[in-house]
């Protein structure tokens, strides 16, 4: 059974940093034969869901929004089965509720999305 379970969200002034942190149930794995992805997405009061930044668990390939580029590093800790997502120069337009989520390795992990978890907010203000 693939679970998925955020933390890490809170409130923080500009110009700071929050860790986010997905913890991927051991069963993922094998519910896609090992290749899969983990991607965080995030949705904005008002707006569409989008994908921030993803990453391939097999070989650690990373791939990021533009308007982050820079500023969030995506990693995985396979003996922990962990996603991490670190965000460094919050801007109040991060400001949103923070998901992960699973895809298959083949996919657009930016774009496409499986199974999500229920999301951890993220409120960036002074």
């Known amino acids: 059974q693939v679970q998925l379970v955020e933390s890490g969200g809170g409130l923080v002034q500009p110009g700071g940093s929050l860790r986010l942190s997905c913890a991927v149930s051991?069963?993922?794995?094998?519910?896609?034969?090992?290749?899969?992805?983990i991607g965080w997405f995030r949705q904005a009061p008002g707006k569409n869901r989008e994908g921030v930044s993803c990453i391939i668990i097999g070989d650690g390939s990373t791939f990021y929004k533009n308007s982050v580029k820079g500023r969030f590093t995506i990693s995985r800790d396979i003996a922990k089965n962990t996603v991490d997502l670190q965000m460094n120069s919050l801007k109040p337009e991060d400001t949103a509720v923070y998901y992960c989520a699973t895809a298959p390795e083949y996919s657009d992990c930016l774009h496409e999305a499986d199974y999500w978890g229920q999301g951890t907010q993220v409120t960036v203000s002074s």
């Open positions: 051991r069963s993922t794995s094998a519910h896609y034969s090992g290749y899969y992805a």
